[in-house]
């Protein structure tokens, strides 16, 4: 009862690695996106409604919005007024945790040794730091990762079909949570329906028996159920419209290809080749529907960097069941590699038999117990990324300031603000949509023209990153700087630092 098992000690040292680093806590909160998504939850909370037109910016003021998350967004706001941002530092950590535990039990579903199991780790784990952040998207790894689980719990040929209703009923309740909780509740019937497809490819080109009825079935609940939201299937659309518009996503950095080439990328490496062989081999174990996703998830992957912690999550435990079918079944190897590789599967599968006698539960609620009272004093935005020094002197401005910030320090802003201090950008950049952002990159970036642009906005004041183009092309239009740190600088326009001077002398 207090000895953990394998996935159970993985999930728990997940949890001290990230609140005990030299960030600490803090680490979740490096995405301002936090922040506006902890107020739409308490304005929720407070007003027992949800939003639908933007309260957060003056650039689009009552334009409508499809508040996609808020389910997610109610949870971190309840959290947020309860238990400040340690509170949602601890809810988040125990959301990667709980992703770390369903990663190993995924593995044992498909029968992956259990050393190629602690092998897949360190990669699994290095690349998924990626998006280790306090959002949303952390619920949508879970609720793939229950959906991959349930698929290759059902597809073992020594496992009947189900029957009945009862598991399209959990499936039905399951996908409306999570259209409710993150925009990649599509991923549950289209794991679902590539599935189906390895079943037809198993039975048209080899003559398995193969389950394809009940994966369509749950495929069509899943989908179904998923329109049980409030936008109903204006959401589909929405999400559909946002993932193929290129003018916009080509403008967001996670949607950009990561750079193999950067320090430290060799385990996203090893995790991508792992996943993609992993499909190899399990086609040529007559399992297409491994190999399908393999191949699916890994060229997107490649495409956006936004996809490798999804990829390296659902891809490495499929990857360590074909391995280890591979080793177990490898014919015409000399009897001296024979009997050594024996030897070692053997021995990993005497340690996952070790393994399988504990469990360790009882011990949750006290690691529980002991990180909300490490993270509390330690979880907030860093001020080496956002204007916190800044903060003090933002507050002072007039309450109708027209400021130009960052998208990532607007996160922030509604944040500090509370959302009173209406902001010009923000990270969502879905509701903003790619004409805003290509005007918003002329401005920030002083390309040609971004003059004109900036003059339609009558922006009294700027907050913007000392190596911001922008800064110095306003500096150079006489701005009057008010405040300077090594993260962000406050301008004014001439003509408001001229009146605030007056007032100055007057008082």
């Given at each position: ?213 009940h994966f369509v079935l749950a495929a069509i609940t899943a989908l179904t159920a998923s329109l049980l939201n409030?936008?109903?299937?204006i959401l589909h659309r929405h999400v559909v419209a946002y993932l193929f518009d290129a003018r916009l996503t ?258």
């Amino acid at each position: 009862m207090f000895v953990p098992d394998l996935a159970l000690v993985a999930a728990v040292a997940t949890l001290i690695c990230l609140f005990a680093g030299s960030r600490g806590a803090s680490a979740l909160f490096r995405d301002s996106d936090a922040g506006w998504h902890i107020r739409n939850g308490e304005r929720i909370l407070s007003t027992l409604s949800l939003q639908h037109t933007d309260p957060f910016s003056f650039s689009k003021p009552g334009a409508p919005w499809i508040a996609w998350e808020w389910l997610s967004d109610l949870a971190t706001g309840a959290i947020h007024i309860t238990a400040g941002l340690g509170g949602v530092a601890v809810l988040y950590g125990l959301a990667i945790a709980t992703s770390v535990w369903m990663w190993f039990r995924l593995t044992w579903v498909t029968e992956g040794n259990f050393l190629l199991a602690s092998l897949f780790a360190l990669p699994m784990l290095t690349t998924t730091t990626i998006h280790w952040l306090a959002r949303p998207h952390l619920w949508g790894w879970l609720f793939a990762l229950g959906s991959l689980w349930w698929c290759e719990a059902w597809s073992r040929p020594d496992r009947p079909s189900p029957t009945g209703s009862r598991h399209l009923v959990a499936i039905a309740i399951l996908s409306a949570l999570w259209a409710n909780v993150h925009p990649s509740f599509l991923l549950g019937p289209a794991i679902a329906l590539l599935y189906a497809a390895g079943g037809y490819i198993r039975r048209a080109v080899w003559g398995q028996t193969a389950p394809i009825r009940h994966f369509v079935l749950a495929a069509i609940t899943a989908l179904t159920a998923s329109l049980l939201n409030p936008e109903g299937w204006i959401l589909h659309r929405h999400v559909v419209a946002y993932l193929f518009d290129a003018r916009l996503t080509a403008r967001i950095g996670e949607f950009q290809s990561f750079d193999f080439r950067a320090s430290g990328a060799l385990p996203v490496v090893i995790a991508l080749f792992a996943g993609l062989a992993g499909g190899l081999a399990a086609l040529a174990l007559r399992r297409p529907e491994r190999f399908l996703l393999s191949l699916l998830l890994s060229v997107a992957a490649l495409r956006s960097a936004r996809l490798l912690p999804l990829a390296a999550l659902l891809l490495l435990p499929l990857a360590a069941g074909s391995f280890t079918e591979t080793l177990t079944l490898a014919r015409g190897l000399t009897p001296r590699l024979r009997k050594s590789l024996d030897g070692v599967l053997r021995y990993a599968d005497s340690l996952r038999n070790f393994d399988r006698g504990f469990h360790g539960a009882a011990l949750v609620p006290f690691v529980m117990a002991i990180l909300f009272g490490a993270v509390h004093a330690r979880a907030e935005f860093p001020s080496s990324q956002f204007p916190v020094a800044a903060a003090e002197n933002i507050a002072s401005l007039p309450r109708g300031a027209r400021i130009m910030a960052t998208d990532s320090f607007g996160g922030y802003l509604i944040y500090r603000f509370n959302g009173d201090r209406k902001v010009f950008f923000d990270g969502r950049s879905d509701f903003y949509g790619a004409d805003f952002v290509d005007r918003y990159s002329r401005m920030l970036e002083a390309r040609p023209g971004w003059d004109e642009e900036f003059g339609k906005w009558n922006f009294t004041h700027a907050v913007l990153p000392p190596d911001c183009a922008l800064l110095a092309a306003l500096e150079a239009e006489n701005w009057r700087e008010l405040h300077r740190d090594s993260t962000a600088v406050v301008l004014a326009t001439p003509a408001v630092a001229s009146a605030e001077l007056r007032a100055e002398a007057a008082n």
